[in-house]
């Protein structure tokens, strides 16, 4: 973030910067689809399908895609949680896991230590640990049963690549299970509509 304010200051005005951002965003979702990302993409879906419940841990900026991920793929699916809002129980939590359940973790430099020691904690228990992050110097890469590695700007801080692989897995997941999500999606709009929730013309 500090890179990108700098940068930013250097060329000046306003569409510079939306125009610089836009195109470095454009260059990381490229740069990141890559043969190893589709194959392991793969793999961690059918982790999601074959567990019986997918807890979500991302921290500091990273907390804002796990909960994005959670809020979509809640939508229609409900063996998920959220462990990224009290991070103070986080061992608690991941105590409680059954042998069944997975763990996807958001990782990104600067990794925190409370990440790197949750993480080791579920591998030891013998949990599956769905790691998404940038490097392949992750610290807690080793303990992962699959990795999704996206690229990141060195120029600005983005998570665009994040957020597209999240929306990507959270479509694949209800394709496999189309069925039945939709019939929940669907209800789900009913009742937001009959609650006046959302706005209907």
Known sequence: MKNSITEIQQE???????????????NLLNESLDPNLMENFEIAIDLIEKSSHVNILGSRPYKATALYFEQLLGEFYSKIGQLSHDTEVIYDRILQFEKDEILVVFAFEPYTNRIIEAVKLAYELGNKIILITDYISCPVISYASVTLKVEVS??????????????????????????????????LEKTLREKNVIFSY
Do not use: D, M, N
């Open 12 to 26: 000046g005005g306003r569409a510079p910067t939306l125009v610089q951002v836009w195109k470095e965003s454009v």
């Open 154 to 187: 060195k120029e600005q801080f983005s998570i665009v690549p994040i957020i597209a692989l999240i929306e990507a897995l959270v479509i694949e997941i209800g394709k496999r299970s189309s069925e039945e999500s939709i019939k929940r999606l669907k209800r």
